[in-house]
């Protein structure tokens, strides 16, 4: 069914440009193909104008098949004193080669003049000019009319016939942006309606958090008008970041009524949130609106009793409906159906009444318990579902290593030793690596490939190392994350100890031993 508001996903271009994100083309990849499952209907993928880093994105882009998102390469209006066929950042827009192009153009003349430093007519024909040129080569182009709430406020004349300059040159949608994220939401209806009021185009808004208000500014412009919105998985952004995608998604669905993500995807809202923050190695925020671990907790005394009588009496909505749980109450049914509805994405048959159900359940919480987080690390949740549904013993299992570092003068020299036993034979190899890590990812491979030649061929893609409750300083333990591919497909697995090449050996491991029960499975 066609929505009636349009979720447009900026997490790997805006998003990417916050304090502390840094998002590697694996990374990009991943949450891509999960933006994509998750059933958002445009992703931009990145700026090809602006790094290297986002050429080699669309490039490996083009060879996956979305299923429902469309993606979206980012660039702006061509520059002043240059056809649009000569300007290079212009072409790179083409050769991303993606189904959609964004562009965005300068609505406030404070900016044609000073920055630009362009006359207000001179920018008008560089819309229409690059606008159409795009038009003319096939995308479907969407304008971001940078700066538009500011525009508007400066001079709505001029802010209007830039607008109306792409929606001529035949833009599908015309973007208004709250880029310096000041705005009110009287102000933001006020000008979306205007802007709606003079276009034929369809109407979009991106918003910025920089006086949080970027949600409520989202919402005020769908009610003025608006079919499309942009924003970014848990409101990563430049300063204080972008409306977050998160917030609006249920926002918009729960309390507007209004058809946007796929029902079925609601659920897995929080997956999704937790994921991505993983992916970007972010500590998922506990007090995060809908999603976080305290959104539907409930404290002692009156809460908990009047919550247990009447559900709704301290609670806006369901948690189940966005993935999430209330805290005092966690609900067996709850976690059981997730679990089931994961196993099955892994391929397991299992149903609510599996007899191992029970036991699955119990274990991950326990691994939880310890550290473990799953939401990235598929490959490493199979192997615990698999372990207690099959019963089958682990094609592999590492007998024994050792890890040694010493330092020559100036060059330091890793050394790894591992001892495997596959079908009763033992096999010990030695390697030496950049690293204790590598070095032990090294020799593990080397012994395992006399076996498993089909293991040659994976890559270690990443690896995050993240110290879990390090306010209790000595007792810190260890979550390393690691990404692989084999080329084709790519997987996370996790392993926690209180010792770092413990915990990288366990996801080390997790991770050829799933691509080993891939194949066979
Ligand atoms: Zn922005």
């Known amino acids: 069914m066609k929505p009636e508001v349009e979720i447009y996903d900026t997490t790997l271009r805006d998003g990417s440009q916050g304090e ?21 209907h445009f992703i931009e993928g990145g700026w090809p104008g602006s790094n290297p880093k986002d050429i080699e994105y669309f ?12 993606l979206a390469a980012f660039g702006s209006t061509r520059r002043k004193g240059v056809s649009v066929e000569s300007d290079d950042q212009v ?34 024909v560089m819309i229409a000019d690059t606008v159409r040129f795009l038009k003319d080569h096939g995308r479907y182009v969407i304008y971001d009319a940078e700066h538009g ?51 034929s185009a369809r109407i979009g808004i991106h918003t910025h958090n920089d006086i949080g208000m970027g949600l409520a500014n989202a919402i005020a412009a769908l009610e003025a008008g608006a079919v499309q919105v942009q924003g970014t998985i848990n409101g990563y952004g430049e300063r204080t970041g972008n409306c977050n995608l998160i917030s609006v998604i249920p926002t918009v669905a729960l309390k507007m009524g209004k058809r946007c ?14 994921f991505v923050d993983e992916i970007a190695n972010i500590r998922h925020d506990p007090r995060q609106p809908w999603v976080g671990e305290a959104a539907f907790a409930h404290k002692g005394g009156t809460h908990v009793n009047a919550v247990q009588k009447v559900v709704s009496s301290y609670e806006h909505v369901d948690p189940a409906r966005i993935g999430n749980a209330r805290r005092v109450l966690i609900s067996d049914l709850a976690g059981r159906s997730n679990i ?13 009444e599996t007899p191992e159900l029970k036991d699955i359940l119990a274990h991950i919480k326990k691994l939880e318990h310890e550290g473990y987080e799953f939401e990235a690390a598929e490959g490493s949740l199979a192997l615990v579902i698999r372990k207690i549904l099959k019963h089958e013993n682990p094609p592999f299992t590492i007998e024994g290593y050792h890890v040694s570092i010493r330092r020559d003068r100036s060059i330091s020299v890793c050394q790894a030793s591992v001892k495997v036993l596959v079908d009763g034979e033992i096999e010990h190899t030695i390697a030496e690596g950049d690293g204790p890590v590598n ?21 270690l893609e990443d690896y995050k190392v993240r110290i879990l409750n390090s306010a209790s300083g000595t007792e810190a333990r260890t979550r390393v994350l690691i990404e692989s591919t084999d080329g084709k497909e790519q997987w996370g697995t996790v392993g926690v100890h209180d010792n770092i090449i413990e915990a990288s050996l366990q996801a080390l491991s997790d991770s050829l031993e799933y691509r080993l029960m891939r194949r066979s499975s």
């Open 20 to 40: 502390g994100i840094n998002l590697s083309v694996m990374d990009k990849l991943r949450i891509t193909e999960r933006l994509d499952a998750f059933g958002v």
């Open 59 to 70: 490039a490996e882009a083009k060879h996956r098949r979305l299923k429902r998102a469309r």
């Open 91 to 124: 072409r790179l827009l083409l050769e991303a080669e993606t189904p959609v192009v964004t562009i965005f153009g300068k609505t406030w003349l404070l900016h044609v003049r000073e920055v630009l430093r362009a006359t207000p007519d001179e920018n008008l």
């Open 149 to 199: 709430f500011d525009g508007f406020k400066a001079d709505a004349d001029y802010a209007l016939a830039t607008l109306q300059a792409a929606e001529k040159a035949g833009a599908d949608m015309v973007v208004l942006c709250d880029t310096n994220g000041g705005s009110l939401p009287s102000e933001i209806s006020r000008i979306t309606a205007t802007a709606f009021k003079n276009l």
């Open 261 to 274: 993500a796929p029902e079925s995807s609601l659920a897995k809202l929080k997956e999704l949130s937790q």
């Open 340 to 352: 089931v509805l994961k196993a099955q994405e892994l391929g397991f048959q299992v149903s609510n």
């Open 439 to 459: 070095a032990l990812d090294q020799a593990l491979r080397a012994a395992l490939v006399k076996f498993f030649p089909q293991l040659k061929r994976i890559r």
